[in-house]
């Protein structure tokens, strides 16, 4: 009996006692915390948040297809965002492209520093600093480059330079297409066309 009274108490006297420490601790860390001045906490840039708002990037993008000649195409990028010139398609930055021929074997890599990827136009443009390099020997440079979604074929509207299985070439333009299906793919240079030949 005696114990059960002193536990008793013993609650009675925790139940006012805690309380009461807790707001010691609490009321002692707001004394002693440092006060924030509102005039000198960092703030956020107004024009990184509208650039971000505005431009509503996707970090990554990848696109995939079939084209109707049984070709695959993929299409990587590092970041994607509107495009704010009123078209319908789609920005990208450091993009990649990659077509795979199950048929012939031959592959196509192709680098660039932007692009449009526009599906109103059934097309991928690449610009700034564009490559292209073959399975079969072509190592180009140019400065612009459109990759049709549709079918198999690469137009490349301005001037090439680069190297070929059979040595160096430029030209105004050039286009590589499948002439037949399943077929190996064609790579036509023209205009003002210059070959220098290096024999192996």
């Known amino acids: 009996m005696l114990s059960e009274v002193r536990h008793t108490r013993i609650v009675r006297l925790a139940k006012v006692v805690l ?53 695959a195409l993929r299409v990587e990028a590092t970041a994607a965002y509107p495009d704010l010139n009123g078209t319908t398609g789609t920005r990208a930055t450091d993009m990649k492209a ?64 680069g190297r070929a299985p059979y040595g160096t070439l430029s030209s105004d333009s050039a286009e590589m297409s499948r002439p037949a299906a399943g077929a190996p793919y064609d790579l036509v240079f023209t205009g003002g066309v210059k070959l220098v030949y290096q024999p192996h």
């Open 98 to 161: 990659h077509l795979v021929s199950p048929t012939t074997g031959e592959t196509t890599d192709m680098t660039a520093r932007s692009g449009l990827i526009d599906p109103a136009r059934t097309e991928i443009a690449l610009t700034g600093d564009v490559t292209l390099k073959t399975s079969t020997g072509y190592d180009l440079a140019t400065g612009e480059a459109r990759i049709a979604t549709d079918r198999s074929r690469i137009s490349l509207p301005g001037a090439v330079d």
């Open 19 to 71: 309380p009461l420490a807790a707001l010691v601790l609490l009321s002692t860390i707001f004394l002693i915390s440092d006060r924030v001045d509102p005039t000198r906490a960092p703030l956020y840039s107004e024009v990184d948040l509208d650039r971000i708002a505005r431009e509503q990037r996707i970090g990554a993008p990848h696109y995939s297809g079939v084209t109707q000649d049984g070709d």
